[in-house]
């Protein structure tokens, strides 16, 4: 688990505040559009939109909940966008290809794909910000809680229900005690993204 | 859903995203420093406008006060008319109209001044719209030599 900084409270409204803020959170945020979204340029940019979301609404920010949280839910609003965009474009791109040959893998996409990040990229997008914010980045119930806009009280469930839908993807059977990656790891190409748009917007 | 796959699972997300997560943040670099910029152009806009707008309400008053009127086309007929005047008079081989202008600008503004003095002492009206008012310093000197030469 990555350690987290200590940082001192944070002014809003304070530009030198939010360079600061900026500094020490903008690499720990793409992590988590990385685990969610599964390609760098994706992440770099929706990474990016999520600062100018939060510049824009930052004299407005109430210290009560922390920054980095607060950074997170926007950046997860961007990232559900985002994926909805990029469904939309997959299934066009579909119909488009409709009785044609169909390509084959560009060998780039697969490059640097492990399983872990094609199953989170297929699981719905707060799912695998809960696993992410949870197993990688150390957040609390409260801080996941406000990252993910939902009751702190039901954020053990989802972590729960997020991982058992994530060893699903993996190809374990989640009732047998993990015993690593199955044999049906990896077969899946990039385009067979399950489309679960309102099972995402649930969370 | 056991210790194990937690572990598992913690490890695979830190040998992906660590390399992503360890690298230095340029705030120079940002994109909301686009926005920053933006809005401070804006800021500086605003400063511009208020500063000619306070420019533009000084100039108004001067005239006003010059010409006696608040009517911008009072002002400009009266010069216009003065300047006329002061080229007719102009004598050959006499170069320059300023001072034939500025002394009816000056003369006019003593004729102003005593009218609202006399509406002052008639009524509360002529107090209300400054009758009263001594008006502007160069309104108050004594008429120049050039005042009883023009027609």
């Known amino acids: 688990m990555e350690p987290r900084p200590s940082t001192p409270a944070y002014q809003p409204g304070s530009l030198y505040d939010f360079d600061r803020l900026y500094r020490t959170s903008y690499p720990r945020i793409l992590g988590t559009l990385m685990g969610v979204l599964g390609e760098r340029a994706a992440a770099e940019d929706c990474a990016q939109e999520t600062f100018v979301n939060a510049f824009r609404s930052w004299k407005s920010w109430k210290p009560d909940a922390p920054a980095e949280a607060w950074l997170h839910r926007i950046a997860l609003n961007i990232a559900i966008s985002y994926r909805r965009r990029a469904r939309l474009r997959e299934v066009g791109e579909l119909v488009r290809r409709l009785g044609r040959p169909e390509p084959g893998s560009d060998p780039a996409d697969l490059v640097g794909r492990d399983d872990l990040v094609k199953a989170l990229r297929r699981i719905p997008a707060p799912q695998a910000a809960a696993i992410v914010l949870r197993h990688y980045h150390g957040y609390s119930n409260r801080e996941i809680a406000v990252a993910l806009g939902t009751p702190e009280r039901t954020v053990g469930s989802r972590i729960a229900a997020a991982k058992r839908r994530l060893q699903r993807e993996l190809g374990a059977d989640p009732a047998d005690s993990f015993t690593g990656p199955g044999p049906q790891m990896g077969t899946r190409g990039p385009s067979d993204v399950v489309i679960d748009e309102g099972r995402e917007a649930t969370g | ?151």
């Not at chain 2, 920053?36 to 006003?64: D, Y």
């Not at chain 2, 081989?93 to 009816?104: D, E, M």
């Open chain 2, 1 to 151: 859903m056991t210790a194990k796959f937690d572990q598992w699972l913690e490890d695979e997300l830190g040998r992906t995203l660590t390399p992503i997560v360890s690298q230095p943040a340029r705030p120079g670099q940002a994109r909301y420093q686009v926005t920053r910029t933006h809005r401070l152009s804006i800021g500086r806009k605003a400063v511009v406008s208020l500063a000619t707008a306070t420019m533009a309400l000084a100039a108004s008053a001067v005239l006003a006060a010059a010409s006696g009127s608040l009517n911008p086309q009072a002002w400009g007929q009266q010069v216009g008319s003065a300047v006329q005047e002061c080229k007719t008079d102009l004598q050959p081989g006499l170069h320059g109209i300023g001072a034939c202008v500025s002394a009816f600008a000056r003369q006019h503004g003593q004729q102003m001044q005593t009218q609202h003095g006399a509406n002052g002492a008639n009524g509360a009206a002529g107090q209300k719209h400054g009758g009263n008012h001594p008006g502007p310093p160069w309104l108050r000197q004594q008429p120049s030599p050039e005042v009883s030469s023009t027609p």
